[in-house]
């Protein structure tokens, strides 16, 4: 197992009872996640609480270090958190190619890379695959590809109602970066992916529908609950 910060480990453990105790969590694939070497991580994002969620499933082997938005740096007392958990901040949308060059050098230099290839959080939209994951791919092309389906996180601050969050690792279905296939591509084919496994899942107040399906907070059995609670940090990828 590589080394993991004290801070990263200290995060992980405080936020354990949410998702490990309330949220019942369920871990499958975690022999996929090797224990060394580069490994580029593509995630579906639904939740604050995703990146948490597959940093506690994935904590027995790998420090996920993740790109998180900029802006969370400048939350006081927030940024040396964020620091001291490897995250890598980037300004979202804006080709930050700073923070691609820090990304690329850490994964060449063996780090696990976590990025969510729609940039953001769904909030019930269907998202393009922003092309920041093939980049990746593409400048480090002995990393190891892997995706981490992530459901249930949605549920984490809906009480009473009681969560039961999966988390899945698996190597992409379509195999590995193909030798004709543009970043934008494998984005977009990793993306698929990954939403066949974990469709879409509207977070806030109450559940709702994704598009196209009627509208959960319509139900008779539904009733409001509890805004959805942000997590230490929102990793996030753009262009």
């Given at each position: 197992?590589?080394?993991?910060?004290?801070?990263?480990?200290?995060?992980?453990?405080?936020c354990?009872?949410?998702?490990?105790?309330?949220?019942?969590?369920?871990?499958?694939?975690?022999?996929?996640?090797p224990?060394?070497g580069?490994?580029?991580?593509?995630?579906?994002?639904?939740?604050?609480?995703?990146?948490?969620a597959?940093?506690?499933?994935?904590?027995?082997?790998r420090?996920v270090?993740?790109l998180?938005?900029?802006?969370?740096?400048?939350?006081?007392g927030?940024?040396?958190?964020?620091?001291?958990?490897?995250?890598i901040?980037?300004?979202?949308?804006?080709?930050?190619?700073?923070a691609m060059?820090?990304?690329?050098?850490?994964?060449a230099?063996g780090a696990?890379?976590g990025v969510?290839p729609?940039g953001t959080?769904?909030?019930?939209?269907?998202l393009?695959?922003?092309?920041g994951?093939?980049?990746l791919?593409e400048?480090?092309p002995?990393?190891?590809?892997?995706?981490?389906t992530?459901?249930g996180?949605?549920?984490?601050?809906?009480?009473?109602?009681r969560?039961r969050?999966?988390?899945?690792?698996?190597p992409?279905e379509?195999?590995p970066?193909?030798?004709?296939?543009t970043?934008?591509?494998?984005?977009?084919?990793?993306?698929?992916?990954?939403?066949?496994h974990?469709?879409?899942t509207?977070?806030?107040?109450?559940?709702r529908?994704?598009?196209?399906a009627?509208?959960?907070a319509?139900?008779p059995?539904?009733?409001?609950?509890?805004?959805?609670?942000?997590?230490?940090?929102?990793?996030?990828?753009?262009?």
């Amino acid at each position: 197992m590589s080394a993991v910060s004290p801070t990263y480990r200290f995060v992980m453990a405080v936020c354990t009872p949410a998702v490990k105790w309330w949220g019942r969590l369920e871990v499958s694939g975690l022999e996929h996640l090797p224990a060394e070497g580069p490994v580029l991580l593509a995630g579906n994002h639904d939740s604050y609480w995703d990146p948490v969620a597959i940093g506690i499933a994935g904590l027995p082997r790998r420090q996920v270090r993740a790109l998180a938005k900029a802006s969370m740096w400048k939350i006081r007392g927030l940024s040396k958190i964020l620091d001291g958990m490897g995250q890598i901040p980037i300004d979202r949308g804006s080709g930050d190619d700073r923070a691609m060059g820090r990304a690329i050098e850490e994964l060449a230099a063996g780090a696990c890379i976590g990025v969510f290839p729609e940039g953001t959080r769904s909030l019930g939209r269907v998202l393009r695959a922003r092309s920041g994951f093939g980049r990746l791919a593409e400048a480090v092309p002995e990393a190891t590809l892997l995706c981490a389906t992530v459901e249930g996180t949605v549920d984490i601050p809906r009480f009473p109602k009681r969560p039961r969050v999966r988390v899945r690792f698996f190597p992409p279905e379509g195999g590995p970066r193909r030798d004709a296939e543009t970043p934008a591509e494998l984005s977009v084919r990793v993306l698929d992916e990954l939403r066949r496994h974990a469709p879409i899942t509207p977070a806030g107040r109450r559940p709702r529908a994704a598009p196209g399906a009627p509208d959960a907070a319509t139900a008779p059995d539904a009733s409001p609950a509890p805004a959805d609670a942000p997590a230490p940090a929102e990793p996030t990828h753009s262009n």
